[in-house]
Nanobody, 127 residues
């Protein structure tokens, strides 16, 4: 069973950048599509980005496109989320998720498509 651990969260001023990491253990994630979600206080969990098992396909909602970039390093069993031009509304707990995928290019966007979740890392953006 895959375990996911997020890191890299913290506090930053608006306009700043943060890079989140999600390290997987307990098995290789080469057959897993990976995603990032976030949950702000009092709000539902929201999809942020996904990357296919091959790493060749990514998806980011239009609202985050150009600011958030997902990537992965198969050798390190790690997925990254680079966040630039951060806004106070980006404040949330960010979660990493994984799902086994036969499709090399699939980028799951719904929470119920993922089987494994990390504990989350807090990101706080101040104005």
């Amino acid at each position: 069973q895959v375990q996911l651990v997020e890191s890299g969260g913290g506090s930053v001023q608006a306009g700043g950048s943060l890079s989140l990491s999600c390290a997987a253990s307990g098995g290789t994630t080469r057959t897993y599509a990976m995603g990032w979600f976030r949950q702000a206080p009092g709000k539902e969990r929201e999809f942020v980005a996904a990357i296919s098992r091959s790493g060749l396909t990514t998806y980011t909602p239009d609202s985050m496109k150009g600011r958030f970039t997902i990537s992965r390093d198969h050798a390190k069993n790690t997925v990254y989320l680079q966040m630039n031009s951060l806004k106070p509304e980006d404040t949330a707990v960010y979660y990493c998720a994984a799902t086994n995928s036969a499709d090399l290019f699939r980028t799951p966007r719904e929470q119920n498509e993922y089987d494994y979740w990390g504990q989350g890392t807090q990101v706080t953006v101040s104005s």
